[in-house]
């Protein structure tokens, strides 16, 4: 069974902080995603990802198929940043599996 | 934006009543899902489709059931609801498999009392 951990579940920032959240998850995958879920609850991908790094804007999100792990990167952070950040992994069937999301808050 | 309209957003019943969601997608997109959100754990996974009269449980699918008669809409139902099922339900659309892009509905907000 594919299991997902998130770390740190909760992050506080000053305004302009490079910030690492961190995803491990315990068997193979072919895919991963990043997610954001803002305060009033949308849920928006971000990022999916299979090897290497993906970069969009300010935000990287990189994965390292070996260790089993992967990080999203938010550099300059900023207020609006501040959400849920949720990874998700599949084995390459049709269901996700969900870590239970790292909430970030960037302080002006 | 995927077109991904979920309703009611909030709804409170009581104990024993039916209840559907409706996710209504506006993109062809041929898989559906359903999940539930509750605090400390992650999302997850009710039933999905992958495709109009094709459906198959997810992990949590005890007491839910599911029907999709046309691409565009996928139904959730509680046959009879009970206070474990408060929870928000999210459903989410891709166009092919998980490989894609996921785009998901505002969320819906049940109120089992």
């Known amino acids: 069974k594919n299991e997902v951990e998130q770390s740190p579940q909760n992050l506080t920032a000053q305004e302009g902080e490079f910030i690492t959240i961190n995803c491990s998850y315990s068997v193979g995958i072919s895919a991963l995603h990043w997610l954001q879920q803002h305060p009033g609850g949308g849920i928006v991908s971000l990022f999916m990802?299979?090897?290497g790094k993906k970069k969009h804007g300010r935000l990287i999100a990189t994965i390292n198929i070996q260790e089993k792990h992967s990080s999203l990167h938010i550099t300059a952070s900023h207020p609006r940043d501040s959400a849920v950040y949720i990874c998700?992994?599949?084995?390459?069937?049709?269901?996700?599996?969900f870590g239970t999301g790292t909430r970030l808050t960037i302080i002006p | 934006d995927a077109g991904i309209t979920q309703s009611p957003r909030h709804k409170v019943t009581e104990t024993g009543t039916p209840v559907t969601l409706r996710c209504h997608q506006t993109?062809?997109?041929?898989?559906m899902y359903w999940y539930r959100q509750d605090p400390g754990h992650g999302l997850r996974l009710i039933h999905y489709s992958y495709g109009v009269k094709d459906t198959d449980k997810g992990e949590v699918s005890d007491g839910y059931s599911v029907s999709r008669s046309k691409t565009e809409d996928f139904l959730l139902t509680l046959e009879s609801a009970t206070s474990s099922q408060t929870s928000v339900y999210f459903c989410?659309?891709?166009?092919?498999?998980?490989?894609?892009?996921?785009?998901f509905g505002e969320g819906s907000r049940l109120t089992v009392l």
């Open positions: 998700a992994s599949n084995f390459g069937n049709e269901k996700l599996t």
């Open positions: 993109e062809n997109h041929r898989y």
């Open positions: 990802l299979s090897s």
């Open positions: 989410a659309t891709t166009m092919r498999t998980q490989h894609r892009e996921l785009f």
